[in-house]
Nanobody, 126 residues
């Protein structure tokens, strides 16, 4: 069992930056692929970014590529999402997720992730 707790959300002006953190409990964090998803009001949850267990493989949604960076520190059991050049359309609840299936390539499908955090609100004003 893994518990995930996100932090770092808030209100920021368009063009600004935020860094989200997701702290995981448990001793096996390093074997999980991790991802960030987001859900805006009235919209479906959408994939944002994922990182392999080693940190060497990353993948991004086209909408955030070049602006967001996912990283992880296995010694701290934490995954990060650095968000730069934020836009109003980035406003959403951001959730981190863990995949315990040790895939060779991380998945972007939300139903493949086993553990979820409660989410943190990101609001970008225009």
């Amino acid at each position: 069992q893994v518990q995930l707790v996100e932090s770092g959300g808030g209100l920021v002006q368009a063009g600004g930056s935020l860094r989200l953190s997701c702290a995981a409990s448990g001793r096996t964090f390093s074997r999980y692929a991790m991802a960030w998803f987001r859900q805006a009001p009235g919209k479906e949850r959408e994939f944002v970014a994922t990182i392999s267990w080693s940190g060497r493989g990353t993948y991004y949604a086209d909408s955030v590529k070049g602006r967001f960076t996912i990283s992880r520190d296995n010694a701290k059991n934490t995954v990060y999402l650095q968000m730069n050049s934020l836009k109003p359309e980035d406003t959403a609840v951001y959730s981190c997720a863990a995949d315990d299936n040790q895939r060779s390539i991380p998945t972007t499908a939300s139903d493949e992730y086993d553990y979820w955090g409660q989410g943190t609100q990101v609001t970008v004003s225009s």
